[in-house]
């Protein structure tokens, strides 16, 4: 796993070949999601699915602490691997892995007991409450599993390692998709739980996954095997963890913020009923596949150029942007395309009511377009980061997020309705992208970029 600076191959190439196995990766997770959606919509109805969709946003909640630990942490070992010091590698891994357990385990215990008071905050329908609190209830039993695998995944990409964590995911979509219909059914003597199965399913599954991906590390004697060397890195170390929280939490703070956005914004869903609850939750499915390579072609382009402050080859930081954004433009904007395209049948394979695809339909074509403006953003973010420019890309994101997505969806969303909520999305990313390249161009290159560790 060399640095990509030292990689004869074309920047593009180099760009492929790590972020292939990434979205890969992103896409079989975002399946294992989306699968369990088909399997509760299809096999249990739409009620069902209504009671799964209002957690989305407290999960995304609980992912944002640890990816910004994680955040700050690859950043860190990127560094740190394009200099060649996997000591450093190592010890940087094990804070940020003691610190993702700590958070786990936390949302497990208080996510279970605030469960019910969350979702009627949230203004979760009635007649779906019940039926949600015990999903929610069931699904954070999975947190430890689901935020220890995402924070790894993460770690493995500062050392250029995105394939191990591909396999690994395809493990646990492959678990997941026998285990849910199979406890839904109680198929081969299982236990048929109905609703509870995809939130038990995915408990399964990531602890199948965790265990896997420790095996096959050790056994490969990769750079961050769950070994000795490791385990002793993790203890808490006051100096790397600050640096980790500094460089890393204020892209967690701005997740967090995006995540109790959306908690807001489905507030103002919920008010609408459970179809639209229902046409929420697809909408979210297909755009997340959409989401997917922007965000890794993000976190590539902050790898890449970690490794390359690393390695004290600063002035690849451009060729580095420059991949990334036209990157964008191309794979971001077919997928962009083929779902304008096939919009209705792939709704359709989460909803069987005509009148209930119709709307999530109008909703998605608002959005879609949008999703190009979000990832040239994103990268713009995700360069910065990497040299530690990490407090003006949070406060760009938390401006946008509080003073233009809310008061636009707020202002909308009585006159237009559910399309006012939505309209209020690429709204934001203009502006985000718009005030991020205003700050590239006139302050950050203007920077000399230096080694954090």
Same mark, same amino acid.
């Given at each position: ?15 492929? &070949? ?77 804070? &940020? ?14 996510? @279970? ?37 995402? =924070? ?58 965790? &265990? ?14 769950? @070994? ?14 600050? =640096? ?21 914004? =489905? ?73 304008? &395209?096939?919009?209705?049948?792939? =709704? ?62 707020? @202002? ?29 161009? @006139? ?11």
């Amino acid at each position: 796993m060399p640095a990509p600076t030292a990689d004869p191959r074309p920047l593009w190439r180099t760009f492929l &070949a790590f972020l292939g196995p990434m979205v890969l990766g992103n896409v079989l997770q975002g399946m294992q999601g989306t699968l369990n959606g088909i399997f509760v919509g299809q096999m249990l109805g739409t009620h069902a699915l209504a009671a799964t969709a209002g957690m989305f946003p407290v999960v995304f909640f609980l992912v944002s602490l640890v990816i910004g630990v994680g955040a700050g942490a690859s950043i860190l070992i990127g560094q740190a691997w394009g200099a060649r010091e996997p000591h450093k590698v190592r010890h940087i891994a094990g804070n &940020a892995l003691l610190a993702g357990l700590v958070v786990g385990l936390l949302a497990a215990v208080l996510g @279970g007991v605030f469960a019910e008071p969350v979702l009627r905050a949230l203004r979760t329908p009635p007649e779906v409450l019940a039926d949600a609190v015990l999903y929610a209830r069931t699904l954070m039993l999975a947190m430890p599993g689901l935020l220890l695998f995402i =924070l790894f995944s993460q770690l493995l990409r500062g050392v250029g390692d995105t394939f191990s964590p591909m396999v690994a995911m395809l493990l646990s979509t492959a678990l997941s998709c026998v285990l849910t219909p199979a406890l839904i059914r109680g198929w081969g003597g299982l236990p048929q739980l109905g609703l509870v199965s995809a939130a038990v399913a995915t408990v399964a599954s990531y602890v199948g996954a965790l &265990a896997w991906l420790a095996w096959y590390l050790r056994r490969r004697q990769h750079p961050l095997a769950l @070994g000795a060397p490791l385990l002793r890195e993790m203890r808490p170390h006051g100096p790397t963890l600050r =640096l980790m929280l500094r460089i890393g939490m204020p892209a967690g703070v701005q997740m967090i913020v995006v995540s109790l956005a959306e908690i807001v914004l =489905l507030a103002l869903v919920n008010g609408h009923g459970p179809d639209a609850v229902a046409a929420y939750g697809a909408v979210n499915q297909i755009v997340n596949y959409v989401q997917f390579p922007a965000m890794s072609i993000a976190i590539t382009a902050s790898i890449l150029c970690a490794q390359a402050i690393g390695a004290g080859r600063a002035e690849r930081l451009g060729a580095i942007t420059r991949t990334a954004l036209w990157l964008n433009l191309a794979i971001t904007g077919a997928l962009v395309l083929l779902g304008y &395209a096939l919009s209705a049948p792939l =709704l359709g394979v989460f909803i069987t009511q005509p009148e209930v695809i119709a709307l999530a339909q109008s909703l998605l074509h608002i959005l879609l377009w949008s999703l190009l403006l979000y990832g040239w953003a994103s990268v713009l973010g995700g360069v910065m980061r990497a040299s530690g420019t990490v407090m003006v890309p949070m406060l760009i994101g938390v401006a946008c997020i509080a003073l233009v997505e809310l008061p636009v969806a707020y @202002g909308l969303s009585g006159p237009l309705g559910l399309q006012g909520v939505w309209i209020s999305y690429p709204v934001t990313f203009a502006a985000m992208l718009a005030l991020n390249a205003a700050y590239f161009q @006139g302050v950050w290159r203007k920077r000399r970029v230096a080694r954090l560790v």
